[in-house]
C-alpha cells in the first residue's frame, strides 16, 4: 500500500477550479516529483495533502487515513511537514526559535535535542547563526532553515515546494544533495520543482501537472527520457 | 522645574495605564489585523468586576490589605480573560474570514454591546471604588508629591510588561504567538493550533485591559459604564503611534500619551486634555503611518 494516496482530487479557489481530479500516489523511501508549469497546480496540491486547502472533492489518504476534515495542525501530528512555497521562516525570530517552533508538538526533550544536532549537522551554516534573527538570513539559509524546521517535526513525508527556487547554482546543488541525503535516512518525499532536470534525476517517480490536471506519469528515468517531457520542461533534449 | 517634573510623574503613572490597553490592541492587530474596538470596554468591565470582587471579599476600606488586593486584580483580570475569550469566539471567529470591514463593524457592535450592557447591570451612576490600598502621599527631592497609588499603577504595569515579554520571548506558547502573527498558515504547517493561540491572545490582551481598569478605580475611584471609551480611542492611538502590532511600541506610545497630556494639562489648559489625543494620531498618520517602531511593510493579507 502507499504511503499517500490522492484520488481524484478537486480544489477550488472560491470560482478557480484549480485542481480537477488529481490521482497520485506515493510508496514509502520514494521520492516522487511533481513538475509542470506556472499555475499548473503544483503548489495546490501540496497544500491540499497539508490540510492548508480543502478539497471539494475526492480523497486524501496517509496512511490509510482519511485526512478530510483534518485541520492542518493535526496533519503536522499524523507525521507530515511541508516546506512552503517562498521558504517563510518566521523573520522576527532566531534561526534557533524557528527549529523549536518545528517541533511544537513535541515533548520529548532528548530526541529533539538530538534532532536539532542532526539539522545543525545537515546545515552547519545555521548552528553559527543560531541566534540570529530568520529575517536577516540569506535566501538560501533561509531555505535551508525552512527544510531544517520540517524535519524538526520528525515527519514520515516531507513535502517540499520549490526549495531551489531563487537560489545561486552552487546552493541548488547544495540543496538537492541534503534531499538525496534526507532520504538515504529513510524519508519519503513530495518535491515541487520548476528545475525539472534536477527533480527527475533525484526522484523515482515523477508526475507531470498541466492546468490542474496529471498530464503524464511514469518512473523519473523515463520521464527525462521522455521526448515530449524534454521539449516542454527540459528545455530540449540532453 | 519642580512643575515639569510633577507632571511628568503623572503623565508616568496615567501612560502605565495607556500602555497596558494599548499592548491589547496591539497584541490582537498583530495576530488578527483587527483593531477590537470593544478593549476599551473590557477595561471598563475590569473595573467593575474588581469593584464587585473588593466589596464581596471585603478587600477594600477599613479591612484592605494587600493580599485582598492581589486578590481582586487576580479575579478581575481571570474575568476579563474569559470575557475576551468568549467575544472572540462568539463575534470575532464567525466573521474572520469575512472582509476587514465586516470585522470592524462587528468590533463596533460589541463594543456598543458591553456598553449598555453595562449601563443596565452596572447602572449609570458612577460607583465609587473602594480603596484597596490606603493611600498616602510621598514626597520625592525637588518637591515633586506622588501618592502610592501613582507608584503602584507604575510598579505594577512593569512587572505585567516583563511578565508579557518574558512570555512572548521565552516561551514556546509565546513564540508561538509570534510565528502566529507573522504568517498563519505557515504556522499552522509547524503544527501550532491557530485558533488557540488566538484565544490565549485575547485572554492576555483582555487581562492586560482588566490590571488597567484595577489600577485606574486605585487613582480615580469614579467608575461608571462608559468610562472605557475615551481610555479606549487613547490606548488605540497609543497603539499607533508605537506602531501597531509592536508590543515595545505600545508601551512607548501609552507613555508618550500620558505624558503629553499631562503637559498640555500643565503647560496649556485641561480644557485640550482630550484634544492631544487626536492631535497625536493626526500627527502619526501624517508623518509616520507606521508608528515610531513599526515595521513599513505591505500590509498582508
Ligand atoms: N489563493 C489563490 N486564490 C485564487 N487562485 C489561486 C490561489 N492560489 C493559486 N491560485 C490559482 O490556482 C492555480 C494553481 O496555482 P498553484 O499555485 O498551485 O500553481 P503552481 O503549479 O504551484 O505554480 P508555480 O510554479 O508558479 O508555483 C493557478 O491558476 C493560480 O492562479
Ligand atoms: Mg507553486
Redesign the interface.
Given at each position: 500500500m502507499s504511503l499517500l494516496d490522492l484520488e481524484n482530487v478537486h480544489v477550488h479557489y472560491g470560482a478557480i477550479h484549480a485542481l480537477k481530479g488529481v490521482t497520485i500516489a506515493v510508496d514509502p523511501g520514494q521520492i516522487v516529483t511533481l513538475v509542470g508549469a506556472n499555475g499548473a497546480g503544483k503548489s495546490t496540491t501540496l497544500r491540499a495533502i497539508?490540510?492548508?486547502l480543502k478539497c471539494s472533492q475526492g480523497s486524501i489518504h496517509f496512511q490509510g487515513k482519511a485526512l478530510a476534515g483534518c485541520?492542518?495542525?493535526e496533519i503536522?501530528?499524523l507525521g507530515i511537514?511541508?516546506v512552503?512555497e517562498g521558504r517563510?521562516v518566521?523573520?522576527?525570530?532566531s534561526v534557533e526559535?524557528n527549529l523549536?517552533?518545528?517541533a511544537?508538538?513535541r515533548r520529548d526533550r532528548a530526541g529533539i535535542a538530538a534532532d536539532r544536532k542532526r539539522v545543525y549537522t545537515l546545515f552547519p551554516r545555521l548552528e553559527e547563526r543560531r541566534r540570529q534573527a530568520s529575517g536577516t538570513l540569506s535566501g538560501g539559509e533561509q531555505q535551508m532553515l525552512a527544510i531544517g524546521?520540517?524535519l524538526m517535526?520528525r515527519p514520515k513525508l516531507l513535502l517540499m515546494d520549490e526549495p531551489s527556487l531563487g537560489l545561486a547554482p552552487l546552493l541548488v546543488r547544495e540543496i538537492f544533495r541534503v534531499i538525496r541525503e534526507i532520504r538515504e535516512q529513510g524519508m519519503t518525499i513530495v518535491l515541487v520543482e520548476q528545475n525539472a532536470r534536477m527533480a527527475l534525476s533525484v526522484a523515482d517517480r515523477g508526475y507531470v501537472l498541466e492546468t490542474g490536471a496529471v498530464r503524464l506519469t511514469d518512473r523519473a528515468d523515463a520521464l527525462l527520457r521522455n521526448p515530449e517531457v524534454q521539449a516542454a520542461y527540459l528545455g530540449g533534449a540532453a | 522645574m519642580q512643575e515639569l517634573f510633577q507632571q511628568l510623574a503623572n503623565g508616568i503613572a496615567w501612560g502605565s495605564i495607556y500602555a497596558l490597553i494599548a499592548l491589547g490592541y496591539t497584541m490582537v492587530y498583530g495576530i488578527l489585523r483587527l483593531i477590537n474596538f470593544a478593549h476599551g470596554d473590557v477595561y471598563m468591565v475590569g473595573a467593575f468586576a474588581a469593584y464587585y470582587f473588593a466589596i464581596a471579599t471585603g478587600a477594600g476600606g477599613a479591612t484592605a490589605s494587600l493580599p485582598g488586593a492581589l486578590l481582586v486584580l487576580l479575579g478581575a483580570m481571570v474575568a476579563c480573560a474569559l470575557l475576551g475569550v468568549l467575544i472572540e469566539f462568539l463575534a470575532y471567529r464567525p466573521v474572520r474570514r469575512s472582509s476587514r470591514l465586516t470585522a470592524l463593524i462587528t468590533a463596533i457592535g460589541v463594543s456598543l454591546f458591553l456598553e449598555n450592557v453595562g449601563l443596565r447591570v452596572f447602572g449609570a451612576d458612577p460607583k465609587f471604588f473602594p480603596q484597596l490600598i490606603p493611600p498616602r502621599r510621598i514626597h520625592l527631592a525637588g518637591g515633586v508629591v506622588v501618592t502610592n497609588h501613582q507608584v503602584t499603577v507604575v510598579v505594577v504595569s512593569i512587572l505585567l510588561m516583563v511578565g508579557l515579554t518574558l512570555f512572548i520571548h521565552r516561551t514556546k506558547t509565546g513564540k508561538a504567538m509570534r510565528a502566529v502573527a507573522f504568517h498563519r498558515d505557515a504556522a499552522s504547517l509547524m503544527g501550532i493550533p491557530v485558533n488557540r493561540i488566538i484565544t490565549i491572545t485575547f485572554a492576555i490582551g483582555s487581562a492586560l485591559a482588566a490590571a488597567a481598569g484595577v489600577l485606574v478605580g486605585l487613582t480615580n475611584p469614579k467608575i461608571e459604564p462608559l468610562m472605557g471609551i475615551m481610555p479606549g480611542i487613547k490606548a488605540f492611538v497609543a497603539a499607533v503611534l508605537g506602531g501597531i502590532g509592536s508590543i515595545p511600541g505600545a508601551v512607548i506610545g501609552g507613555l508618550v500619551m500620558g505624558v503629553s497630556e499631562y503637559l498640555v494639562v500643565g503647560y496649556l489648559s485641561s480644557t485640550y486634555r482630550d484634544a492631544i489625543a487626536f492631535i497625536i494620531l493626526i500627527l502619526v498618520l501624517l508623518i509616520r503611518p507606521a508608528g515610531l517602531l513599526g515595521r513599513n511593510v505591505a500590509e498582508k493579507v
Open positions: 497539508s490540510g492548508l485541520p492542518a495542525h503536522v501530528r511537514s511541508h512552503p517563510i518566521f523573520a522576527n525570530l526559535d523549536e517552533l518545528g511544537y508538538l524546521r520540517a517535526a | -
